[in-house]
């Protein structure tokens, strides 16, 4: 590593940060940003990622260092007061540590599929950051393979779904579908020896409970959409089974994401 000190907000070493709230500008720049000291170590301590440079300030720099020693000595830690950070920046930086990562090469559907031994989720439209983070944060607690995204769903390397994840992301293959895949793909993954399931709050459904309860294919492939459209019909009528989870009158549907973690733990 090589540490570099920045002393003003408007020091042209770091212009690659002033845009790190343009999800966009990142992807056009082929990098991806990792936030937060968790997120940004498990992306150094992952061989897969190319870290392009380190954006510190002090206090993360010495609980950091260690874990910094083993970047490429070319790769620039800068260290600035906070007040300078969240200028570059644009916002309040979480736990004043940032890094901008090399975008890998996007798996296709087919090598997700393949790599994933039982569980996978498949997500449509759900284009709300948290969400999406939090789906992989449960999908790597409970096991999942993979997740496939339909094009309209949020970019899981997107900085606010990779902390929401708590870096999960960094660790879950993934795949999204393009414009002229979708929801043809649904058959692709059925092919590769999945059963497809659609949760859904909708009739004709049967219970989670007694799905799980009844013997199945060890490979699911969990089929979810957004809260208040909830999955379209096309990606409905394609899925092999129906299920849903039981609520009381007083609310018609879950978080995704939490409906996500009851399925997957049924699942297990």
Not at 76 to 92: H, K, M, Q, R, T
Not at 156 to 168: D, E, F, Q, V, W
Request: glycine share 8%; aromatic share 6%; net charge neutral.
């Amino acid at each position: 590593m090589a540490i570099e000190r920045i002393d003003c907000a408007n020091d042209p070493r770091v212009d690659a940060y002033r845009g790190v709230r343009d999800a966009e500008l990142m992807r056009v720049r082929g990098l991806f940003v990792a936030e937060g000291r968790l997120v940004v170590r498990r992306a150094i301590d992952d061989s897969r990622y190319n870290i392009a440079s380190v954006l510190v300030n002090a206090a993360s720099l010495r609980d950091m260092e260690l874990v910094f020693q083993s970047l490429d000595v070319d790769v620039p830690v800068f260290v600035c007061n906070g007040e300078a950070l969240a200028s570059i920046a644009g916002y309040d930086v979480h736990r004043g540590c940032l890094a901008l990562v090399h975008r890998p090469a996007a798996k296709t559907i087919d090598e997700v599929v393949r790599t994933a031994t039982r569980t996978l989720v498949v997500l449509e439209g759900v284009s709300n950051a948290d969400n999406v983070g939090s789906v992989f944060r449960n999908g790597a607690a409970l096991g999942v393979g993979g997740v496939i995204l339909s094009p309209a769903c949020c970019d899981p390397l997107y900085r606010k779904a990779i902390r929401t994840s708590m870096g999960a992301v960094l660790g879950m293959p993934f795949a999204r579908t393009a414009a002229d895949e979708w929801p043809f793909a649904l058959s692709r993954i059925r092919a590769a020896g999945f059963t497809l399931v659609a949760l859904t709050p909708r009739e004709p459904s049967e219970t989670l409970d007694a799905f799980v309860a009844r013997p199945r294919s060890a490979r699911v492939a969990l089929i979810v959409g957004t809260e208040g459209a909830g999955l379209s019909t096309a990606a409905e009528s394609t899925a092999d089974h129906r299920v849903r989870i039981p609520m009381s009158g007083e609310v018609d549907s879950l978080n995704v994401a939490t409906a996500v973690g009851i399925a997957l733990y049924a699942l297990r």
